[in-house]
């Protein structure tokens, strides 16, 4: 069955510190791993999707890389409205459904 | 060009009475996509569905969910017989390409 884990659960940062946020998935042929974005009652909002290891695509602070094993969501000197939470998404196999990890809930203290 | 809209946003249903929730995709998206967000939970997927076509309909159950995408107008969520434990917000994604999906801002339904 394949598994999507995200990690941390939660992260707490204060304005202009610098993480990553993790995703880890153990699938058969993946064919796109997506990341998204959901504020409180509002649906999630499409970053990036990326296709195969090695790959990395950048959006202001963000920029998301893609292993063989894992993705990672790199937030530089974050502000307080990237706090949300941080959905990963991927799609394997045969299968046009993606599988969404539970997420990581950031917060961005000023 | 319009996101995907979703009505009504919120729903309040008694117990044994019938949801139906809606669902109009991105101009010249043909794939939606249903899922269910539970707070502290994840995005389960309900189902996928083309013009007229259920593709797929593995995360839905069996019992009282039905979903459809009419040639013409939205595609709707049904559920019959509310329960409580179906309170929870409804997600409707569309896709152009079955790649990365667009969202609506959700339905939450209450069921008393």
């Known amino acids: 069955e394949d598994q999507v884990t995200q990690s941390p659960e939660a992260l707490r940062l204060q304005e202009g510190e610098s993480s990553s946020l993790n995703c880890s998935y153990t699938?058969?042929?993946?064919?796109?791993l997506f990341w998204y974005r959901q504020d409180p009652g509002k649906g999630p909002e499409f970053l990036f999707t990326?296709?195969?290891a090695g790959e990395e695509k950048e959006k202001e602070r963000l920029k998301a890389t893609l292993t063989k094993k894992e993705s990672f969501l790199h937030i530089t000197a974050p502000k307080p409205e990237d706090s949300a939470t941080y959905l990963c998404?991927?799609?394997?196999?045969?299968?046009?459904?993606?599988?969404f990890g539970r997420g990581t809930s950031l917060i961005v203290h000023p | 060009n319009a996101g995907v809209m979703q009505n009504p946003r919120h729903l309040v249903r008694r117990r044994g009475q019938e949801a139906r929730l809606r669902c109009s995709p991105m101009?010249?998206?043909?794939?939606v996509y249903w899922y269910r967000q539970l707070p502290e939970e994840g995005l389960k997927f309900m189902v996928y569905?083309?013009?007229?076509?259920?593709?797929?309909e593995s995360g839905m159950p069996k019992e009282r969910f039905s979903a459809e995408f009419p040639k013409e107008g939205p595609s709707i969520l049904r559920i019959q017989q509310v329960v409580r434990g179906d309170s929870a917000a409804y997600f409707c994604?569309?896709?152009?390409?079955?790649?990365?999906?667009?969202f609506g801002p959700g339905t939450r339904l209450t069921v008393t």
């Open positions: 994604a569309s896709s152009q390409d079955r790649a990365e999906q667009y």
């Open positions: 699938v058969s042929g993946l064919r796109g």
């Open positions: 990326l296709y195969s």
């Open positions: 998404a991927v799609q394997a196999g045969g299968s046009y459904i993606p599988t």
């Open positions: 101009k010249g998206h043909s794939h």
């Open positions: 569905l083309q013009k007229e076509n259920i593709i797929d």
